[in-house]
């Protein structure tokens, strides 16, 4: 490390690792790629970080902003780096930041205008050492944020709503008893945000209606003889799929596994019995899955995603739905959760052309289901 007068790290190297920490107790200092941005961008911004729906809701303030006639960059852990974006920004473009715990691992200066917490629950566990670790990298968001910023928190997540005793900053609460039941939390702080912004509630929700969402964020593939296919890829941890099959009035296929993150499986039991009609399992998660569920629910174990695809539309029903929500993270078998997404979408695709030619169900051979 000699002569080295700064190390940027990128989000996925761990922050732990001796080597980061040889280098500071030489002084070296030691900083993320959205430090790096902080320090040589001077446009306001608004950050976005928690366990789920951060893309979805950096998506809409940037929507809303610009339905709104306010120039802004959306960036960070949602696309491209915040660096990537430098050239674009100034004091009169706002920076829309979904931002990572990974990312808030390596700051020391970085001070968003407007800080959004969604929720927080257990996951990346095989990364942090425990579920407070997690949490105490969350909060770096409001680390230097001072009376003159704004910290909008989840009321209804009871580890997010205790940041309000912690934070210097002025706050703003979303998802309290009393506000409108017709809106999704999502919603809920946007307008939270729009308000801050001087941004009336009928330029928001005239983006709300024609927002369709994000792929693979149960993003609707297609219907194959009354089978509707829904692919919700993105959903990398156990809290994000239940809940996605909150969404679901009737039970489910549900195709999940992949890479455990560390999480504890031991309650899913009870929620997935609820929800799901069959279980089919892919990747390194599937026997630690397999276990917590026991006899609950009938499952089947897949080599490979298509089989698990095909083998879904073999026992579907009309009516029925066949959802890949996987609980994991994708690292197993794929690139990336888009990557499972799209072979999932391609599969499912590609089974709609065959029925278009034969007719009725096709016959595919029993895996190995109780």
């Known amino acids: 490390m000699a002569g080295k007068d700064l190390i940027v790290v990128s989000p996925g190297v761990p922050s732990h690792l001796s080597f980061l920490k040889r280098a500071k107790e030489r002084g070296i ?19 976005v970080t928690g366990t789920n729906g951060k893309s979805t809701v950096t998506t809409l303030i940037g929507k809303v902003l610009e339905k709104a006639g306010i120039p802004n960059i959306v960036c960070g852990n949602i696309g491209n780096p915040f660096t990537g974006e ?21 700051i020391v200066s970085f001070r968003p205008w407007i800080g959004v917490v969604l929720n927080i629950t257990p996951d990346h566990l095989d990364r942090y050492r425990s579920f407070r670790e997690y949490v105490e990298a969350k909060e770096r968001i409001f680390l230097n944020q001072n009376s003159e910023d704004y910290l909008v928190l989840n009321y209804g997540d009871e580890v997010v709503r205790k940041f309000a005793d912690k934070a210097k900053s002025k706050i703003i609460f979303f998802n309290e008893p009393g506000e409108k039941k017709d809106l999704t939390e999502n919603q809920k702080v946007v307008l939270k945000v729009c308000s801050l912004m001087g941004i009336s509630e009928e330029t928001a929700f005239s983006v ?3 927002f369709s969402g994000l792929p693979h964020r149960c993003e609707f593939v297609t219907e194959i003889e009354g089978v509707k296919f829904i692919n919700d890829s993105k959903a990398t941890n156990i809290h994000s799929t239940r809940y996605s099959l909150t969404s679901f009035r009737e039970k489910v296929i549900l195709i999940a596994g992949g890479r455990d993150k560390g999480q504890d499986f031991t309650g899913i039991r009870e929620w997935l019995r609820d929800k799901v009609k069959y279980l089919l399992l892919i990747g390194e998660g599937a026997e630690k899955i397999e ?15 298509e089989e698990a695809v095909d083998y879904a539309y073999s026992i579907a029903q009309k009516g029925d739905i066949v959802l890949l929500s996987p609980m994991c993270a994708s690292f197993d078998m794929f690139e990336d959760y888009a990557h499972r997404g799209l072979v999932f979408k391609e599969k499912v695709l590609e089974l709609k052309k065959k029925t278009e030619i034969l007719s009725g169900h096709l016959v595919i051979p029993a895996q190995t289901v109780t």
Do not use: C, M, W
């Not at 993320?32 to 950050?47: D, H, N, R, T």
């Not at 674009?88 to 390596?106: A, C, D, G, M, P």
């Not at 276990?291 to 995603?305: I, Q």
């Open 291 to 305: 276990k917590a569920v026991g006899d609950s629910l009938p499952l089947g174990r897949f080599t490979h995603l």
């Open 208 to 210: 709300f209606q024609s």
């Open 86 to 106: 430098l050239e674009k920004l100034n004091r009169r473009v706002y920076t829309v930041l979904e931002i990572s715990s990974f990312q808030l691992e390596n």
């Open 29 to 47: 200092p030691v900083i993320g790629e959205i430090e790096l941005g902080y320090l040589l961008s001077a446009s306001p911004i608004i950050a």
